[in-house]
């Protein structure tokens, strides 16, 4: 952006000047005394404690309640790869929602390389300062490789949040339209229009959660994913074996053909005679932004309910429903890792908020709703204990 663009004036630059987080001290620092304990010599007598028994970092440092907030800049909100130094604004922010929305501090990390090597070989290094790492804004396919091995590699957990909230965002909001309608998840046809990082972590997420998934077809640019497409390798070859058990070929259009649920993850636009082929009583998720797949008016003409990404309509699938609990149940309860059943119960809990009072309009609770975070906490840290990854 040129800097004949910015308006001083303007409440967004004005709110962003300087930033939009700084380091406060937990400690008083007033008296020699003070110092002598914060810093040296007193410093020294928990380093040596701590070199000796690694495990006491989590009492006596801050990383019990650090996260890690790390992108490339290849996959910046709807703008694309506009590189690390201009995805920082939108990590200060992910930062900001997790200290106000589940008490964790967090750290924006923009790396300057988009090599999985490099990022993973960083990351590496840097997490002994944290108890989590976010990765947030990388790139399809790149971003499942980074995720996958970083798991492999760390004791702490690591989620990629494009992928896994909203994912787990979509799931509690597909289960409580679901219970509106008198429906199970089980019997649902659902199409999903996108295959990349949120695409295929929904689907995933879906079938987790009792979604059928000979009940799923998932579409990306060229069509329906099946075992019809034989240049499909990695995570699209996975879908396609596991997801449109009726073998069904073509484009969106054909997806919708008879189906419940559409969840748009894709930014393409899907026109209305497509949704006006679904079923009755059918369910629109048009997430992408800041233009939905389709308009939420025209898909209201056709179906029960809608949900977008945006704030503006009802519904919004926000991933700060998600995130900040997530990873305070995660740090609460010393996960190594981050599975799924933690997602699941994650969704469950954010389902369940507003579970006494749905509506067409109020499938999912406010972002802004201070219930939702604790919910989601204490059911993630249950989760995590009952499969044997948590450490307290």
Request: glycine share 10%; with cysteine; charged share 20%.
């Amino acid at each position: 952006m040129s800097s004949s663009t910015v308006d001083p004036a303007d409440p967004v630059f004005l709110l962003h000047r300087g930033g939009k987080m700084a380091v406060a001290s937990t400690v008083p620092l007033t008296s020699r005394e003070d110092l002598s304990l914060a810093y040296t010599p007193g410093v020294a007598r928990v380093c040596e404690a701590i070199a000796v028994d690694p495990d006491l970092a989590d009492d006596y440092t801050w990383a019990a309640h650090a996260v890690a907030v790390v992108t490339d800049g290849s996959a910046v909100l709807g703008l694309g790869n506009i590189g690390p130094r201009a995805a920082l604004p939108v990590m200060e922010g992910k930062a900001v929602l997790f200290k106000q929305f589940g008490g964790v501090d967090a750290v924006p990390i923009c790396l300057d390389t988009q090599d999985v090597d490099e990022i993973v070989a960083v990351v590496r290094a840097l997490a002994p300062s944290f108890g989590g790492i976010n990765l947030e804004d990388i790139s399809a396919p790149r971003c499942f490789e980074v995720e996958r091995r970083l798991d492999e590699a760390l004791d702490i957990p690591v989620f990629h949040d494009d992928q896994h909230g909203t994912a787990i965002v979509v799931l509690a909001a597909l289960r409580n339209a679901a219970t509106l309608l008198n429906r199970k998840l089980g019997d649902l046809r659902v199409a999903v229009s996108g295959a990349g990082a949120a695409g295929v972590a929904v689907t995933k997420m879906l079938i987790a959660g009792g979604v059928n998934p000979d009940q799923v077809v998932v579409c990306d640019s060229k069509g329906i994913i099946g075992r019809h497409r034989t240049e499909l390798t990695g995570t699209k070859a996975e879908l396609a074996a596991s997801t449109n058990a009726d073998g069904r070929h073509g484009d969106i259009t054909e997806a919708l053909r008879g189906a419940d649920v559409l969840i748009g993850v894709s930014g393409g636009q899907i026109p209305e005679s497509a949704v006006a082929g679904m079923a009755p009583d059918g369910i629109v998720f048009a997430l992408a932004n800041p233009t939905p797949e389709v308009h939420p008016e025209v898909a209201a003409r056709h179906v029960a309910v809608v949900a977008t990404g945006r704030s503006d309509y009802p519904n919004q699938i926000n991933n700060v429903l998600a995130f900040p609990g997530v990873f305070r149940g995660a740090l609460d309860a010393g996960a190594t890792r981050i599975t799924e059943a933690m997602k699941v119960a994650a969704a469950d809990a954010i389902a369940g908020v507003v579970a006494e009072s749905l509506t067409v309009d109020a499938i999912v609770p406010s972002p802004l709703d201070p219930r939702v975070a604790p919910a989601v906490a204490e059911a993630v840290a249950e989760a995590a204990r009952r499969d044997g990854v948590a450490r307290r």
